[in-house]
C-alpha cells in the first residue's frame, strides 16, 4: 500500500513540473524542443514495436499494440505542431 502511495506522489510531482516547465518555455525555443521530444517518441516508438512483437504473453502484446498507437500518433501531431510553428517563421509571400 505504501508503495502505491509513493508511485502516486512522484506522478504527482511529475505532473505538478511538466507543467511548470512547459510554461515556462518561450515561443522561440519551443521548436527546437519540439524536434528533440520527437526524436524520444520514434526511439518510444521502436521499444513498443519491439514489445508488441515480441511473442509473450498475451497482456504483453495488446499493451504493446496500443503503445504503437500512442507512440505513433505522439510522432505525427509533434510534427505537424513543429511544421505550423515553422510556418509562422516564413514569409506571407513565399510558397510551402
Same mark, same amino acid.
Given at each position: 500500500?505504501?508503495?502505491?502511495? /509513493?508511485? #502516486? ?7 505538478? $513540473?511538466?507543467? &511548470? ?17 520527437? #526524436?524520444?517518441?520514434?526511439?518510444? $516508438?521502436?521499444? #513498443? $514495436? @519491439?514489445?508488441?512483437?515480441? &511473442?509473450?504473453?498475451?497482456?504483453? @502484446? ?5 503503445? =504503437? ?5 505522439? =510522432? ?10 515553422? #510556418?509562422? /517563421? ?7
Amino acid at each position: 500500500m505504501e508503495n502505491a502511495v /509513493f508511485l #502516486a506522489f512522484i506522478l504527482m510531482l511529475s505532473i505538478f $513540473l511538466g507543467f &511548470e516547465l512547459i510554461n515556462k518555455v518561450p515561443a522561440t525555443l519551443h521548436t527546437p524542443l519540439m524536434s528533440g521530444s520527437n #526524436a524520444i517518441s520514434g526511439i518510444t $516508438l521502436v521499444g #513498443a $514495436l @519491439t514489445s508488441a512483437g515480441a &511473442e509473450h504473453a498475451v497482456l504483453a @502484446t495488446i499493451l504493446g499494440t496500443v503503445a =504503437v498507437a500512442m507512440a505513433t500518433i505522439n =510522432v505525427i501531431g509533434g510534427y505537424m505542431v513543429t511544421d505550423r510553428m515553422l #510556418a509562422m /517563421f516564413k514569409k506571407k509571400g513565399s510558397a510551402k
